[in-house]
């Protein structure tokens, strides 16, 4: 078989750590494995274009590897008119938004995922974000960078979580996990909004309560955080509109998709102070252009920007994690084997359990 895998260059970082797994260098640590069952293993990091190596090499592919972090769009055209040979799309990670996931159910490709593979390290990092932007962090740490020394500076624009309501958009693996973590900070109140109330017993223990109304939900939250998935119900959710529903200096989280935000109004929201911050790792698209308004934009105090490149969720022990989950899911498919159902996002032409099939 033919298995194409498109991945971000490590450089020097990647022959000095092997644990990089998700780079070219390091190719998932499986390269070795597949050679020995005799397939073809080719690893790439040019995706963009018709002659890309992604593009070049996928019409005589049967598996494609991809990952959110430095994501191979696989389109309706390149599934429809290129992707001639090509029968499982795998995403190594969580978010399978990069594929098309209609045209992958047309041409009955399966699209798995590894479920779960790194929602602790997303919702580690939620909650940093958010400590980041309540406590005016960047600001003060730049200021200490530059050898200045303004205490009022900043402590002007200077919070605690305890006391605030905290609430998240999508209730799922990682929005629950940051839930439970916020708890011992004492928040004023834990909220959720999801399409689906939490069963009572976990909603008690997580102490969130369910808000049914999105602008409602918005109104009530000091800060937000996003963990729904991208999908055509949630491209370009949080625009102008919805943003006068937020508190006015609110907190915004967006480590979910950079889609889900509308990148225009978010930046116009923090420079006019309607946002006080706004945090994430994720862009529309990625890599994130040089000029994309999310690296420099800034609230009217001159902070409240805690954005990174996509890395939130490919820590070391993510990778490991997804590698792993990768090889397993790739050893069931040689074998004819059952995949673990939370895996399965599209099959035989159909939409599995996940959110993705059901907000079309
Ligand atoms: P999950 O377990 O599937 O949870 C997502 C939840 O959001 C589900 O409860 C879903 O409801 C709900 N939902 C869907 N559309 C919604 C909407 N419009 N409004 C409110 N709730 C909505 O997924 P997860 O593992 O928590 O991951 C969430 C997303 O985080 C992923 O899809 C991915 O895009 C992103 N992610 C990012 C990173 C990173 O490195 N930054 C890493 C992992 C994941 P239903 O089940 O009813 O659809």
New binding site residues.
């Given amino acids: 078989m033919k298995i194409l895998c498109v991945l971000y260059k490590g450089g020097k970082s990647a022959l000095q750590e092997p644990r990089l797994l998700s780079t070219v260098e390091n190719s998932l640590g499986i390269g070795p494995w597949l050679k020995s069952l005799g397939h073809e293993y080719i690893v790439t990091d040019d995706k963009e274009g018709p002659n890309s190596v992604f593009q070049r090499e996928l019409p005589d592919t049967d598996v494609l590897i991809t990952t959110?972090?430095h994501p191979a769009y696989l389109t309706g055209d390149l599934i429809r008119n290129k992707a001639k040979k090509l029968k499982l799309a795998l995403t190594a990670?969580?978010?399978s938004?990069h594929v098309d996931l209609t045209a992958a159910n047309e041409k009955k490709i399966s699209v798995f995922e590894v479920?779960?593979s790194?929602?602790t390290?997303?919702a580690e990092?939620v909650v940093m974000e958010m400590l980041n932007l309540v406590r005016n962090f960047v600001a003060a740490h730049e200021m200490s960078e530059r050898g200045d020394w303004d205490v009022s500076a900043i402590a002007r624009n200077a919070y605690d979580i305890e006391g605030k309501t905290i609430g998240t958009?999508?209730?799922?693996?990682?929005?629950?996990l940051v839930l439970s973590r916020l708890r011992p900070f004492n928040p004023k109140e834990l909220l959720y909004?999801?399409?689906?109330p939490l069963p009572d017993d976990i909603a008690t223990e997580l102490g969130a309560r369910h808000v049914p109304d999105?602008p409602e939900f918005l109104g009530q939250c000091d800060v937000v955080t996003v963990?729904?998935?991208?999908?055509d119900?949630?491209r370009g959710?949080i625009n102008g509109a919805l943003l006068q529903h937020f508190k006015k200096g609110a907190w915004l989280v967006n480590?979910?998709?950079g889609a889900i935000c509308d990148r225009i109004s978010i930046a116009e929201a923090l420079e006019s102070g309607q946002l006080n911050g706004y945090a994430?790792?994720?862009w529309d698209v990625q890599p994130a252009p040089k000029d994309h308004p999310w690296r420099t934009m800034k609230n009217p105090l001159g902070g409240g920007n805690a954005m990174t490149p996509?890395?939130?969720?490919?820590t070391l022990d993510a990778q490991k994690r997804y590698a792993d989950g990768t090889r397993d899911i790739l050893e069931r498919w040689f074998q004819g084997e059952a995949q673990v159902p939370a895996n399965v996002i599209v099959s035989d032409g159909q939409y599995a359990t996940?959110?993705y099939g059901?907000?079309k």
């Fill in positions: 959110p972090f990670g969580v978010g938004d479920t779960g790194n929602v390290s997303v990092h958009l999508g209730a799922g693996r990682i929005g629950r909004y999801d399409y689906n999105l963990n729904a998935p991208l999908h119900g949630t959710l480590t979910a998709r994430g790792d994720v996509h890395y939130s969720g490919t996940k959110s059901k907000h």
